[in-house]
């Protein structure tokens, strides 16, 4: 059984920054590529960023520059550093490999 748990949400000013992790306990393989994924109030769930087992990363235009996706394969971990964090940026975030989800975290972008 794979279970995806996302921490690191919250509540942050415009420009400001965040870290989220997302932490993946059962059997997997260290190639398999990890995504995040956010979704709006009221929006269909978004892609955002993904990373190959060889580091490889690709991003959504829309943050492209602002966040980094990264891994720790030791510790079965990937992360979402995201800065410059603007109002749009506000949504659930979630993980999601193979066919597995996490619960999501909420971020918040609000003065």
């Known amino acids: 059984q794979v279970q995806l748990v996302e921490s690191g949400g919250g509540l942050v000013q415009p420009g400001g920054s965040l870290r989220l992790s997302c932490t993946v306990s059962?059997?997997?393989?260290?190639?398999?590529?990890m995504y995040w994924y956010r979704q709006a109030p009221g929006k269909g769930r978004e892609w955002v960023a993904q990373?190959?087992?060889?580091?490889?990363?690709y991003y959504a235009g829309s943050v492209k520059g602002r966040f980094t996706i990264s891994r720790d394969n030791a510790k079965h971990t990937m992360f979402l550093q995201m800065n410059s964090l603007k109002p749009e940026d506000t949504a659930v975030y979630y993980c999601h490999l193979m066919h597995y989800w996490g619960q999501g975290t909420q971020v918040t972008v609000s003065s």
């Open positions: 059962g059997t997997i393989l260290d190639t398999s590529t």
């Open positions: 990373i190959s087992g060889d580091g490889s990363s």
